[in-house]
């Protein structure tokens, strides 16, 4: 057991380049695969990848970028309604402000929509 253990630690530490590949490729595809969901306005997709990966919105939602944009706007942008309303209810309210997502929405007129509109009684509780 010793020995398999000692390979295994010094297999390792012989290919440290294909570690962080393998490490940085993930995140891509998480991200990527999100990105989708998004455009797509696959809600109930979104909320499966998340469970999937034992990660909760907040948590991740200010790191996701979908083509420069934050992930409420990106989804606003293919008017993927279902999804921007998932988020504007259930992701950190200071995450959405910091992102702009608030300014996005105010400069596009989409303040009246339901999405503005749960942003808007959510800055306000």
Known sequence: MRLSMFVIVITLLMVPNQLPAQTLARPTEITLAICTMARDDSTRELQRKLL????????????????QLSLMQFAMSYEAINVAYYLASHANIDDLVASGDLEWLTQRDLMETAVGQVLLQRLHN
């Open 52 to 67: 999937e990966l034992r990660v909760r919105l907040r948590d991740i939602y200010s790191g996701v970028r979908c083509n």
